[in-house]
């Protein structure tokens, strides 16, 4: 039986990712000159006219940073609304990771990394914290029980065809040590309280199966690596419950976070178009 594959990173998520750092090295490479001088130095630069957060290309950073805003939200509507016809959800988590660490670094060009103004400090901080809250969501959608049976099962069967007989202790072991039991609607405080629980079972698992198991040093080169799928999947088997629950509660924190995030971009943005900052738009 095949060890079930772990979740990979798609071939369109490393593109995502050479084009954001391409993008934000090319920017920082065409700037760096402006952006390293202080703010009374910085008027005298050759750049100055374009680069300011008014200029040219510091206004179309800003302006396109606020397209990407309200593109990264599409997400929300097609995780609510949208159908398989649009695209795996997989493909859309991508795109939303991407166009808001772009914003972010967009935003950050637009500013000339300087906050000069309350309203373009609140953007940038909702902004920074939609951005670090979703980061950590991607990871625990890393983490994430998707599968976890079928992948333990799996990792048991890999095993058993490795080390006949072994299947039913190592079964037996997973059952004497479940994960703890994480109501789904548990609140973001209960399922942090919980996350102790989920590292004291992986740990206690692990050595319940390495009792049973021979030592690594015995093992054939097969039995080494569908131990360590054994050992991986077990781990994701008794974190279960607490992702699915602490996945819950932060999917909320991190929309009213988004939301408000996007309150405040329109807010600056339409400031900036009242006193005639429209980039090409005016």
């Not at 099962?153 to 040590?177: C, F, T």
């Amino acid at each position: 039986m095949a060890v079930a594959r772990r979740r990979r990173v798609s071939f369109f998520a490393v593109m995502m990712s050479v084009v954001l750092v391409s993008i934000t090295v090319g920017l920082a490479y065409r700037g760096w000159s402006y952006y390293r001088l202080s703010l009374d130095d910085r008027t005298l630069h050759p750049a100055y006219r374009l680069l300011r957060p008014t200029g040219l290309y510091g206004n179309g950073y800003g302006w396109i940073a606020a397209m990407l805003v309200v593109l990264n939200l599409s997400y929300l509507v097609r995780r609510r609304f949208g159908t398989a016809r649009l695209g795996s959800m997989k493909t859309w988590l991508d795109v939303h990771v991407f166009t808001g660490l772009l914003a972010a670094t967009l935003v950050s060009f637009h500013s000339a990394f300087q906050l000069r103004s309350t309203i373009a400090s609140i953007s940038a901080a909702s902004l920074a914290t939609v951005v670090v809250t979703g980061l950590l969501g991607r990871f625990l959608y890393a983490l994430g029980p998707g599968g976890v049976r079928e992948r333990l099962g799996a990792a048991l069967g890999a095993v058993e065809d490795e080390l006949p007989g072994s299947r039913a202790a190592l079964a037996a072991a997973l059952v004497q040590r479940p994960g703890p039991e994480v109501p789904a609607n548990a609140s973001l405080l209960r399922s942090l309280w919980a996350a102790p629980s989920w590292i004291r079972a992986s740990r206690d698992r692990r050595e319940l199966l390495a009792m049973i198991l021979p030592p690594r040093r015995e093992m054939s080169r097969g039995l080494r690596r569908a131990c360590v799928e054994l050992y991986a999947a077990s781990s994701a088997d008794a974190r279960a419950s607490g992702i699915t629950a602490l996945l819950r509660s932060w999917r909320a924190m991190h929309r009213f976070f988004a939301l408000l995030m996007l309150a405040a971009v329109l807010l600056h943005a339409g400031v900036a178009w009242y006193y005639g900052y429209r980039w090409i738009f005016g």
